[in-house]
């Protein structure tokens, strides 16, 4: 077991143990947002028949040559092809078909012209332009030829493909399933949201808080409740977790307390591969594996510290395990608008807020820094990275920022 | 009823005709990425009472002034106060109490020195700093003072809210409702994606693009099915969504079948409010408003304008019915790979793909740009504004792209 590991360490080491989730079959209808874990390859062609892309009349280029507004050229209605409909029988020569957009073309005809470049009776119609070839039909196949490749697997499956399955006869799709990931809090002083919080209870808030950021990654939460602070209690919470496919704890791992949940660890097979990251706030991260069982993250208590360790290394873990190859936030560069200090040791993590100003991104604190104050959460649009062996971020200086809030990049202008 | 309207005239239009969904109340669990119409007050203290941020002892400061590594003072240990535990006993001169992180702050302590800085036997404990005021206690209500308020109405709610709301003993939260939208699609040639396609039958894939654009900007979708082409049957399907908040056909809607759908939402009620709308692809798009009933949105029926319709005019209006106060999609100025042409007089919106490039984002047409052809619309991550009026994007010229892809901002790399 290692210790005090730099943050770009534990993250590579716990990427290293993450496996990616085998696949399930799912309907197309429930697929979205979901990892593709298959090639999608057609069966058909799409479309599946030459067809016409306006409203119109089918003819054969023949008859209408060097046709005009002045030079009109009069043919007789023999059918109509409505979309959907048959278009076995052949247009002769001398024809014309009306036809509607999405109607199959029939055999002999090698153009469509459009309903506003014509004039019509009902029984006759007059033709006033001279079309091009195979002018307003789309082809069969001009979109998905028979055997065609049409999405990759890792796709990020969006409206368009659940769309695109559909036309192709799909109703169920094989994507990565998604993670399982068992909750539990130790700690007497902890109590539920609807307890009462006399004499120095406080609420679990954690469970609350970790779930969601399981559910906005797309994972799958189960919370197992709160241990109390015996090591029968919390081993018995623990293995009430290890059918999962990750297992997150929030605290017991500080200083004085590790030795106790480490005891826990061992008795239930978990090798701790390391512990402490020199990262603030968060440091006493543990990271474990049950060898044919669940990756196991000690986070810290402070409702900060394991939002904030659950942000920086499970999240990637989970997005991984979902079958994602982009493990991260988005990042941007940003201004400071106020002058941060540290001493030198750890990478901190500064919740700031964000807000565009001409070209720039400023980044401004979001309150409290303390690992306890779970206001800052609420305001922090970002996490400003102020590096480990810095001490000063000027203000008016750049720092990246991860990218917390997907409001953040919306707009409310819609571009046009 | 106006006609050929401009995307923004007929974006206004929608708009002003929109409401926001009215409250209910839900369980804080299950509000992630929903809109809070409630300002959240607190009616308590976070933290609770004055508690210890270390593990450590609690003195009084007087008793240890002086202390150093040198001449460390020495005090009898007079009891533990454990996470959650108990601290009416007041610490009387010269006692320490050992404290654990989170633990409140006994009476007559002012500071807590860490354990690092101390040595004990467990019976008395050695004091080798000498600690400043309030050393190591977060004072209760430093993060949150009762009655503040903590959240505004019209947050959409993250992680960190559902901690900070869980935090606060709330078990349920006021939210926008989610807006039901009921969809139906029009045409003989439908089929579902399990029927057979032969004969010129196409699958009815709209429903599923739309149902799963309904889904991820948080709308609930109720799928009527296939109206065939009949006065009668078009009629009972929107007669079938009259209780959504918002009814979208596809199909229907083109020059040559118009008079009829425009039959079928006069009988409804449905005032028409315009139809046609100067964009490619998607001219044909009506919107109209039933009295007391839904918004009607009767969208062209290629597959590609249908979604395209629907991203521009239905997800603003249902984002705003959320509660959202950013009704659009991130943009960004990306650099053309390739030369674009049109004619003027409709804005265009070319579907592309994405690339970072340098510090450049580069976009490129991502494939077919047909309105039938869907298999763009798995590729494209963004669509690039072609303007009305304007005939040429040069090569390297610079355009706004509307990002349709949350995953393009996704990184590869942690930002530390």
């Known amino acids: ?20 989730m085998p696949p399930e079959t799912i309907a197309v209808s429930s697929a979205l947002g979901r990892v593709l874990a298959e090639a999608v390859e057609s069966d058909r062609r799409l479309p599946p028949a030459d067809n016409s892309a306006m409203d119109g009349y089918a003819v054969r280029r023949a008859d209408v040559a060097g046709a005009s507004t002045e030079r009109s050229i009069e043919l007789p209605i023999a059918y109509t092809i409505p979309a959907g409909g048959d278009a ?12 509607l957009t999405g109607a199959p073309v029939p055999p002999g005809a090698d153009a469509v012209v459009r309903q506003e470049d014509t004039e019509s009776d ?11 070839p195979r002018e307003n039909i789309r082809d069969a196949g001009e979109d998905v030829q028979r055997g065609d490749r049409v999405i990759e697997s890792g796709a990020v499956i969006g409206p368009g493909h659940v769309g695109m399955l559909a036309s192709l006869g799909r109703s169920v799709v094989a994507v990565h399933q998604r993670p399982r990931v068992a909750l539990l809090s130790t700690g007497d002083e902890l ?23 399981c559910r906005a990654v797309g994972a799958d939460p189960v919370y197992l409740g709160i241990a109390r602070d ?20 929030s605290a017991g791992v500080s200083v004085g307390d590790y030795d106790f949940v480490r005891d826990v660890l061992e008795k239930i097979g978990c090798g701790v591969i390391f512990w402490g990251v020199q990262i603030k706030p968060g440091y006493p991260l543990v990271f474990g594996r049950i ?35 982009k493990l991260f936030r988005p990042t941007v560069r940003a201004r400071l608008a106020e002058t941060l200090t540290k001493k030198p040791g750890r990478l901190h993590f500064v919740r700031v807020e964000l807000e565009r100003s001409g070209g720039d991104i400023v980044a401004r ?7 306890g104050a779970l206001r800052s959460m609420t305001r922090a649009q970002g996490l400003l990275v102020f590096p480990s062996e810095d001490t ?5 200086a750049f720092a990246t920022v991860q990218v917390l809030d997907d409001e953040f990049f919306a707009s409310e202008e819609p571009g046009f």
């Open 191 to 213: 109590v539920e949201p609807d307890q009462s919080v006399d004499g120095g209870r406080i609420v679990s808030s954690n469970s609350y808080s970790l779930a969601a950021q």
């Open 365 to 371: 604190g979001a309150g409290n820094q303390s690992s």
């Open 1 to 20: 077991m290692k210790t005090g590991l730099g943050a770009a360490a534990a993250l590579e080491a716990i990427l290293d143990a993450t496996p990616v």
């Open 88 to 99: 076995s029988r052949p247009l002769e020569p001398g024809e014309a078909a009306r036809i």
């Open 122 to 132: 009902g029984e006759r119609v007059r033709v006033l332009v001279s079309p091009s």
């Open 291 to 325: 060898e044919g069982g669940p990756l196991v993250f000690g986070l810290p208590g402070n409702p900060v510290s394991a939002m904030m360790t659950f942000e920086q290394f499970v999240r990637p873990a989970l997005r991984k395990l979902t079958g994602h190859h």
């Open 392 to 396: 000063e971020l000027a203000e008016g």
């Open 230 to 249: 015996t090591p029968e209690d919390v081993e018995q919470c623990f293995r009430a977790g290890l059918g999962a496919d990750v297992l997150v704890s």
